[in-house]
């Protein structure tokens, strides 16, 4: 018996008692997470179509009136002192954008205090950031330039110890604005009068306005998912719980309920999220603003972009590994918004959602062509599935003709996010992994117009840093399943596994997102 002979034996003895069973019950299980998440982007769908329809904008919602500043007497103190906290981290290309517009915010100069927190390692940046903030301070603007001896906690670390200056006790709100985010003049004027006038209210949150969305056909990509995230999720969440997640930035927050909630937390790399949860907890309402944007950068190199996934889907999971029973045994909150905060906003969206397609687009789809009695029914593979691309592609009308490149390129993506979230849920290696999110900001104009010549040493490592293993490796699993669709299965899922396969190529050998020479 030659070895073909010998793993057809094999396959033949673990084909019906164990292959067949299993995949089987794959089936099943994605099935009921296909039909799980249809049901909660239907459920939103519906909540955010009654909203427009009945018009619950914020101002309507809440009370809402301009800051008063015709009291002579009062004068300034009509205004609420506001800190701006502005976290750094070797930010040579974006950091003269944020900081001036920071320094722009329309707030009288004596309420209002800017906090720059560099925790840069490089020197020269850090000098050219201390120039920056001495530049704005010789114009009379309130600015500070904070330093630490260490990274201890990144960002929540940062921000923490920001948060410990005396000058700090006498600001009642903390804006905080990433590096590569650049507010409005007015963003203040619109958004404090919602804590004012409503003390129950402890976040106010904008929205991200994507000034490289044109960038690379992955930027609008992103965009097309983040629009759905702040778009829909955001606003179905304040509308209905006056909950959601804290996006880290473009946003403001009451000081006595961050202290409340135990101020900023590094035990996760989701540190808005954890603070907002908490928050949540002990009883505090948080307000969504759609259409106070916040111009921000998208990731336009690949490597960037996975860096941060991992970043956004390990943190959730492990949050929520942290907190479930602290929501569970939580007395403030109603059992309605608990069911929310653990079901909904955890489970579906942070943890269905990654697995959902990754394994079931991915691994089961495929499998099944190797095993031609189970069959996948049509509204498991086409039609529900159909309906949630579409309900997602609302959030971006002008991007609908992408939504075939936007599926398998979320297709390929949900491999990685599924990795982090097992990490998150199991506390394994890289739990709390953080690497900041590289921004380009001007500096690719500059450096796609230079031709200067690489040694091979450099464009051997170029070359190597391009090859993703795990995506070549899933694109060569796929492709095979495609080619045995054809010759020997019913020939139901060829096309896509081929179109999926090559997705994966693409991005397997680096040829997605901006490429940038070092």
Not at 93 to 117: F, H, K, M, N, T
Not at 187 to 213: D, K, S, T, Y
Not at 442 to 453: N, R, V
């Amino acid at each position: 018996m030659d070895a073909a002979e010998q793993l057809e034996a094999m396959w033949r003895q673990v084909r019906g008692p164990v292959i067949v069973p299993l995949l089987r019950a794959s089936v099943a299980v994605c099935l009921a997470m296909c039909v799980i998440l249809f049901v909660e982007k239907v459920y939103m769908a519906v909540v955010i179509t009654a909203v427009r329809l009945l018009g619950r904008r914020p101002e309507r919602q809440w009370r809402w009136e301009p800051v008063r500043d015709d009291d002579p007497e009062l004068g300034n103190d009509a205004y609420p002192m506001v800190l701006v906290q502005i976290p750094m981290y070797n930010e040579r290309e974006v950091y003269q954008l944020s900081i001036g517009a920071a320094c722009g915010l329309s707030w009288p100069s004596d309420r209002i205090v800017i906090q720059v927190l560099d925790d840069s390692t490089d020197h020269v940046i850090k000098e050219l950031v201390q120039m920056e903030v001495q530049r704005w301070a010789r114009k009379g603007v309130n600015i500070k330039y904070e330093i630490r001896d260490n990274r201890r906690g990144y960002k929540a670390g940062a921000l923490k110890e920001g948060m410990k200056h005396g000058y700090v006790r006498d600001c009642d709100f903390v804006a905080i604005f990433d590096a590569d985010f650049q507010p409005e003049a007015d963003f203040l004027r619109r958004a404090m009068p919602f804590f004012i006038h409503n003390p129950e209210i402890a976040l106010v949150q904008g929205r991200w306005r994507f000034v490289n969305a044109d960038e690379c056909l992955m930027t609008r990509m992103q965009e097309m998912s983040l629009d759905y995230h702040f778009k829909v999720e955001q606003e179905v969440g304040s509308s209905t719980y006056a909950f959601f997640g804290f996006n880290g930035t473009a946003g403001v927050w009451r000081i006595s309920a961050l202290n409340e909630a135990g101020g900023w937390k590094d035990r996760t790399t989701v540190e808005d999220m954890d603070l907002a949860v908490r928050a949540s907890l002990k009883g505090w309402k948080f307000v969504y603003l759609g259409d106070l944007m916040v111009k921000s950068e998208l990731p336009s190199t690949f490597k960037a972009f996975r860096y941060q996934q991992h970043r956004w889907s390990c943190g959730p999971a492990n949050l929520f590994r942290k907190m479930f029973m602290e929501i569970v045994r939580n007395k403030k909150v109603t059992l309605r918004k608990k069911i929310y905060v653990i079901y909904n906003f955890f489970f579906v969206r942070k943890i269905i959602g990654h697995i959902l397609t990754s394994v079931f687009y991915c691994l089961v789809i495929p499998a099944t062509v190797f095993v031609p009695e189970i069959e996948i029914p049509r509204w498991g593979y086409v039609y529900i599935p159909s309906i949630i691309t579409l309900l997602n592609a609302v959030g971006t009308p002008r991007s609908v003709h992408l939504v075939i490149f936007w599926v398998l390129f979320e297709n390929v993506m949900s491999i990685h996010r599924t990795k982090a979230t097992f990490i998150g849920l199991l506390e394994a290696g890289r739990v709390n992994e953080w690497v900041v999110t590289e921004k380009l900001g001007d500096i690719l104009k500059m450096k796609l117009q230079s031709k200067a010549s690489k040694k091979l040493r450099t464009k051997i490592r170029e070359i190597r840093e391009r090859l993703h293993l795990m995506e070549l490796g899933v694109a060569a699993y796929i492709f095979f399943c495609g080619c045995y669709d054809i010759f020997f299965g019913k020939g139901h899922y060829y096309i896509f596994l081929f179109m999926q396969s090559i997705a994966f190529f693409i991005v397997g050998v680096g040829y997605v997102g901006t490429l940038v020479s070092r």
